[in-house]
């Protein structure tokens, strides 16, 4: 079966950093998606990795440790604006059928 | 840019109603998926399709079906709906050979079954 676990919500202040982890145990793996979620719009897409490893794409890094199961994604300098959901996903199969967790809701405050 | 495009944003029907949510890719794209949000249960995989006439069940196919007729069309059916399929319906493409293939999603179809 598929498993994605990542923490329901995150407060964090503006201009700090934010870890948001996840960890996952899927029956396979081709890759990990970080995307992110306004309330009442469509998610969009963050970062992706498929090796062991950081990625950095501005404020946002995101790392994957594949023998670990795990995978966090790094937001620096917060905005109010970052103030989102940020969905964890992996791609665990053949014709990228993509599983998703459930989400952390992340609230920026002043 | 992508563009995936979904029928309705709100629909409202009633128990037993036959329900279609359309969505329309302009990428060209091989992949289409249809996934449904609830609170607490994040998205979940309902149906996929990796080519024109094929179809792949998702981790809750129960109670739907769909139909990819054309390449840019990936329509979701809800036989006969029931009150526990209220909820955001979320369609996404992809393209397996470009880039990572990371989905584009739809605005969604928020579902209300009565």
């Known amino acids: 079966g598929q498993n994605i676990d990542q923490p329901t919500e995150m407060t964090a202040t503006e201009g700090a950093i934010v870890q948001i982890n996840c960890t996952y145990q899927t029956s396979g793996f081709n890759g990990l998606f970080w995307y992110q979620q306004h309330a009442g719009e469509a998610p969009t897409f963050l970062s992706y990795n498929v090796l062991d490893g950081l990625e950095e794409k501005g404020r946002f890094s995101s790392f994957l440790s594949r023998s670990k199961g795990y995978s966090y994604l790094l937001l620096k300098e917060l905005q109010m604006k970052d103030s989102a959901s940020y969905l964890c996903a992996v791609n665990s199969g053949g014709y990228q059928k993509v599983t998703f967790g459930t989400g952390t809701k992340l609230q920026v405050i002043p | 840019d992508v563009k995936v495009t979904q029928s309705s944003r709100y629909l409202v029907k009633r128990t037993g109603e036959k329900v279609f949510l359309e969505c329309v890719q302009d990428m060209d794209h091989e992949n289409m998926f249809w996934y449904r949000q609830d609170p607490g249960l994040g998205l979940r995989l309902i149906y996929f399709?990796?080519?024109?006439?094929?179809?792949e069940k998702g981790d809750i196919p129960e109670g739907y079906s769909v139909s990819r007729e054309k390449k840019e069309r990936f329509s979701l059916i809800l036989e006969s709906a029931s009150t526990n399929q209220t909820s955001m319906y979320l369609c996404?493409?992809?393209?397996?050979?470009?880039?990572?293939?990371?989905?584009?999603f739809g605005e969604g179809s928020r579902l209300t079954v009565l």
């Open positions: 399709s990796y080519d024109v006439k094929m179809k």
């Open positions: 996404a493409s992809s393209f397996p050979g470009q880039g990572p293939g990371e989905l584009f």
